[in-house]
């Protein structure tokens, strides 16, 4: 399984830091400090639970091949400038995972996908990204 991570803060950083640390192909769309950041040091998850420093493929832009999983982990006020961006990431088979808060989010999604493809997703945990690439999960 391919799986793009749009957003590597805490939500996003946290779970495909775990999913990276597990062994999945795991890219991570970011940009500026937090994929400089990541390039050079991985994913630094420090966690109740056994911290962890994860490794995957860091882009700005995603152009291929086609993700099987998208999770979408940005903030929702950023969905204007990231939907059009990952659209070469989404092929005939991707589905759109959304951990986002909002009325709006899946919405916005399924406007821009179609709504087969967007699934709602609900994540209760307790993390920060104390830095760029490091995030701090304590429940």
Known sequence: MNI???GAGAVGGYFGGRLAASGVPVTFVCRGVTRAAIERDGVKIESVDGGIVARGKCVERPDSPPAD?????????HNPEAIPLI???????????SLQNGVDAMDE???????DRVVGGFASIAAEAVRPGVIRHTA
């Open 109 to 115: 999604l399924a406007a821009a996908f179609g709504a």
């Open 4 to 6: 793009c991570v749009v």
């Open 69 to 77: 999983l998208i999770l979408w982990a940005v903030k929702t006020y």
């Open 87 to 97: 659209r070469p990431a989404v092929g005939s088979g991707t589905f759109i995972l």
